[in-house]
């Protein structure tokens, strides 16, 4: 039986109300002319290739035990939603001889809550779930969060220079249609998990994304939707994406386009009750001391033996098994002694890490939008503002209007920054949003040195050459993290299924055949 464990002080209760989202309405207004405008102007296999052991090793009971008091049975690099999972997993199979280090000084990895008072949030990170993402609200029930629907009533507002444009979207965005159909329909041919499988594999990944799009014959408006929803969904234009990865992605959301890009029904439909850094702040106080923050592994020594030596900044770390549940780029800043084989370092090497975004989070006294009729959404369709939301509290008692802007469009000091967003939500909503209670901004590409890329936009050609490496152990290492799920690679999803994965793998070397050197 398993302890039952106290909420963390600052938790949010599951009880916290909601409120219902508001039936959306069609209008007869359209996008086109507007858009028109602005396009004219400019599951791995679990089995694990274990090291040999000796078999002094195999008979030990769990956990540290003789002359190898010292040595852990597993150690997670990174806290989390992966690496978090992985050892929640290990501790309710009964292995408590493990650790969790963390780089930063707090858990959460890519997810993140600005503290609004009053126990209110607004994530700066990963927040959304939509349908088939199953691993991680059952995640959230165990651990008693509750969700709610992203508001989306109302009308979504257009901008170009002094041209305004509203229309209800109904919980769409991005472009639908023929092009998304196709693309939806090629999208079952590709494994989410490893898209360099699919049968023509070799053909769609000499294209980009926006090699593709180029011969539909889409129209200004389409082409304008195709690449705002490219770059919110996997941080760089279609230009900079494999074609082959974006039917991966597309095919982890059921192979429908639809259902990757909108709101309603769709991978943005859901929030989390407390924000999405609540799991993993959760799921440390349950682990207690077994999270260690502030301890970035700078050196991994004998991943190919039976000890494996973790130098981080706290001291040494000895385990007979290492997950690495975090960003393939982020190995790069880890010395690994021996060096990795040639394939495994060269996908460290080559992995992009050049889609960091930055969010901002307007806070008013009332979603004061929602009065007139409007969404919460901003569409401008030049400057730094790529797409705004309404990401207020369930009860609505405050008003958050969050974006996602562009890199290097905005000054660097928030406070400086903050006027410049302020001032589009006025000509979208009035004058109203030209003084916000608090402002929140965060570049996750300068934030820490462990962040670097929100999302990973791969290019063409990386999956046919490299993908084969991602999966497979190495010595006693264990590959784990969002880009190494077997769907929804890349979102909080498929971090927590990472996590259940690795901590299988983990579990299943411990307890392997003994196999004489």
Same mark, same amino acid.
């Given at each position: ?22 039936? *959306?309405? &069609? /209008? %007869?207004? !359209?996008? $086109? ?7 004219? =102007? #400019?599951? @791995? *296999?679990? &089995? /694990? %290739?274990? !090291?040999? $052991? ?7 009971? =769990? #956990?540290? @035990? ?19 999972? @992985? ?17 930063r000084n707090r858990v959460g990895g890519r ?316 000509k979208a909503f009035g004058d109203q949003a ?84």
């Amino acid at each position: 039986m398993f302890k039952r464990i106290k909420r963390p002080p600052d938790a949010i209760e599951a009880g916290s109300p909601r409120k219902p989202l508001p039936e *959306s309405g &069609a /209008v %007869a207004i !359209t996008r $086109r002319q507007i858009l028109g405008i602005a396009a004219a =102007a #400019g599951a @791995a *296999s679990l &089995a /694990v %290739a274990a !090291t040999p $052991r000796s078999a002094a090793a195999a008979q030990r009971p =769990a #956990g540290p @035990a003789g002359a190898d008091r010292d040595v852990l049975d597993v150690a997670i690099i990174g806290a989390g939603l992966a690496g978090l999972t @992985a050892a929640r997993d290990l501790k309710r199979a009964g292995c408590q001889s493990f650790v969790v280090l963390e780089a930063r000084n707090r858990v959460g990895g890519r997810t993140y809550n600005h503290d609004l008072g009053n126990k209110v949030v607004s994530e700066a990170g990963g927040q959304w779930i939509g349908p088939g993402q199953t691993a991680i609200a059952d995640l959230a029930r165990e651990l008693g969060v509750e969700t709610f629907g992203t508001y989306y009533a109302g009308k979504t507002v257009f901008l170009a220079g002094d041209i305004r444009v509203t229309q209800d979207l109904e919980g769409g965005v991005g472009a639908q249609g023929l092009v998304a159909a196709k693309l939806s329909e090629m999208a079952r041919g590709v494994p989410s998990g490893a898209p360099w499988k699919a049968a023509k594999a070799a053909e769609l990944d000499k294209l980009s994304l926006g090699d593709w799009l180029a011969r539909q014959g889409l129209s200004n408006e389409e082409k304008f939707s195709f690449s705002m929803a490219a770059t919110l969904s996997l941080g760089a234009p279609p230009a900079q994406i494999g074609l082959l990865h974006y039917l991966s992605v597309i095919n982890s959301a059921d192979s429908s386009y639809d259902r990757l890009e909108k709101i309603k029904d769709g991978a943005q439909e859901t929030r989390f009750v407390g924000g999405s850094q609540i799991l993993s702040t959760r799921m440390a106080h349950e682990l207690g001391d077994k999270v260690r923050l502030s301890s970035p592994v700078r050196r991994i020594v004998g991943w190919d033996r039976d000890i494996v030596e973790l130098h981080t900044d706290q001291g040494v770390v000895r385990a007979r098994h290492v997950i690495a549940a975090l960003n393939p780029a982020l190995c790069q800043q880890v010395v690994f002694d021996p060096p990795l084989p040639a394939g495994r370092a060269q996908l460290h090497r080559a992995w992009p890490a050049h889609a960091p975004m930055r969010k901002t989070a307007h806070v008013y006294a009332r979603p004061f939008w929602r009065e007139k009729g409007f969404s919460g959404q901003v569409v401008p369709l030049d400057g730094p503002l790529i797409w705004s939301v309404d990401n207020s509290p369930p009860d609505g008692s405050v008003g958050v209007i969050s974006a996602f802007v562009k890199p290097g469009y905005l000054p660097a000091d928030p406070k400086a920054a903050e006027p410049i967003v302020s001032a589009i939500y006025a000509k979208a909503f009035g004058d109203q949003a030209l003084k916000p209670t608090q402002y929140h901004d965060l570049d996750w590409g300068k934030v820490d040195p462990w962040s670097m890329s929100c999302i990973n936009p791969m290019p063409a050609g990386f999956w046919t050459k490299l993908g084969q490496h991602l999966h497979p152990p190495l010595g006693r290492m264990i590959w784990s993290g969002t880009e190494t799920a077997d769907i929804w690679a890349g979102a909080m999803d498929g971090a927590v299924r990472s996590g259940h994965r690795a901590a299988l793998q983990a579990l299943g070397a411990l307890h392997s055949p003994v196999t004489e050197a």
